[in-house]
């Protein structure tokens, strides 16, 4: 029983500490892994193209460099007056062409892994507005507004004389980063996006995703995720909506299937007393009209 319970706590302990290294951290230069099998894929092959420009750069300015040093005119080199070489024109076509090929076959096998929605297992509708986002969960009555922190947007106004530095959460800095409600997915689960807008354009950005979806009024947009490591992300808006649109964070909390399952029917059905609690007026005021009706034609 302790060497599960070590077990467990060192897998969680362990999952935690993968989430906080695939989040972003300011000053970051490369791109982060993510927590996701498609970000990982986006990852690998921003490294890989990376690493072809990188051989392609160091190839062609070397040998600029080279043919500089070696055939300077203080040396006495002598322009060649050749023109129309069939063999180097042919060379510097097929080469760059190969080259393509080798970049476009993985990122065309990405881009049409990233499109499939299929078998989708829970369905979350996003909406964009100026300047928070909605969250609904398909299929339930969970719908919430999710929009900035209060401890950022006290400190954000002019002449608050706040500390941005002071706004933490767990001793980690979240000024401008943090929101009111999460959007809380399960681990281990495929989940589709439905994603659009109410005003103006919007973009729903998580690095750890791997991927970003333009929110537009009047269009739907899909995305999908299979988030594998429980943890909270960070994202923010990454289309410029308007004056306030560095005030529209988002949060990603990503627990495991069972406790996701508990809280969103725990959620489902405060949801459903509440709207419930909203129709009883309404059903009482019609009772009553029905018996005033009655009573008129009684007469």
């Not at 943090?178 to 950005?205: C, G």
């Not at 269009?219 to 649109?245: M, S, V």
Request: proline share 5%; with cysteine; net charge negative.
């Amino acid at each position: 029983m302790m060497a599960r319970r070590f077990l467990t706590a060192t897998a969680l302990l362990a999952g935690y500490a993968g989430a906080a290294l695939a989040s972003p951290k300011p000053w970051q230069l490369n791109m982060t892994p993510g927590v996701t099998e498609m970000s990982r894929q986006v990852y690998d092959l921003h490294m890989l193209i990376l690493w072809i420009c990188v051989v392609i750069g160091v190839l062609v300015f070397g040998a600029m460099a080279y043919a500089m040093f070696k055939f300077r005119k203080s040396k006495g080199a002598v322009p060649a007056r050749w023109s129309h070489n069939t063999t180097a024109e042919i060379i510097w076509t097929v080469i760059p062409v190969l080259i393509l090929v080798a970049m476009a076959w993985p990122a065309t096998k990405t881009l049409i892994e990233m499109a499939d929605t299929d078998d989708a297992e829970l369905t979350v509708k996003i909406t964009g507005y100026q300047w928070l986002w909605r969250y609904e969960y398909v299929g339930t009555d969970v719908n919430f507004v999710s929009k900035l922190d209060r401890d950022s947007d006290r400190t954000r106004m002019l002449r608050s004389g706040l500390d941005p530095a002071a706004v933490t959460v767990d001793g980690e800095n979240t000024y401008l980063l943090n929101v009111d409600r999460p959007l809380v997915l399960p681990t281990d689960t495929k989940i589709r996006f439905v994603i659009t807008a109410n005003d103006v354009i919007h973009s729903w950005w998580v690095p750890v995703l791997g991927w970003k979806q333009d929110a537009i009024p009047g269009f739907i947009n899909e995305a999908w995720t299979r988030i594998d490591t429980p943890g909270t992300y960070r994202g923010q808006c990454a289309e410029l909506c308007g004056k306030d649109h560095g005030f529209m964070p988002i949060v990603v909390e990503a627990v495991p299937p069972a406790q996701f399952a508990a809280w969103l029917g725990e959620t489902d059905a405060i949801a459903k007393a509440a709207r419930a609690a909203e129709g009883a007026p309404a059903v009482a005021a019609a009772s009553i009209a029905d018996a005033g009706a009655s009573a008129a034609d009684a007469q």
